[in-house]
Nanobody, 118 residues
Framework: QVQLVESGGGLVQAGGSLRLSCAATERAWGWFAMGWFRQAPGKEREFVARITWSGGTTNYADSVKGRFTISRDNAKNTVYLQTNSLKPEDTAVYYC???????????WGQGTQVTVSS
């Protein structure tokens, strides 16, 4: 069973940065993409960013464009989310996900809390 293990969340002041990591327990070769989602209290889970595993194509939600950067390390089966210029509205549980085929997300991590204070 594939597991995605997230780390790097925490408490940060507005304007600060955090680097989230997500390590897969097996080789991601052949997967279509990995990505990040987030869920704030009382809200639905929303897409944040994704990166295709082979070509490295990235996509971002409009709310994080220019502030967040997703990247991957193929050798480590790990995807990262560098979050800069954080705002209180970025506060949420951030989830890592992996998709074997386009348009679907097959595996999910347990989530890591990001809290941005004003």
């Amino acid at each position: 069973q594939v597991q995605l293990v997230e780390s790097g969340g925490g408490l940060v002041q507005a304007g600060g940065s955090l680097r989230l990591s997500c390590a897969a327990t097996e080789r991601a070769w052949g997967w279509f993409a990995m990505g990040w989602f987030r869920q704030a209290p009382g809200k639905e889970r929303e897409f944040v960013a994704r990166i295709t595993w082979s070509g490295g194509t990235t996509n971002y939600a409009d709310s994080v464009k220019g502030r967040f950067t997703i990247s991957r390390d193929n050798a480590k089966n790990t995807v990262y989310l560098q979050t800069n210029s954080l705002k209180p509205e970025d506060t949420a549980v951030y989830y890592c996900a992996a998709g074997i085929h386009p348009g679907q997300w097959d595996y999910w991590g347990q989530g890591t809390q990001v809290t941005v204070s004003s």
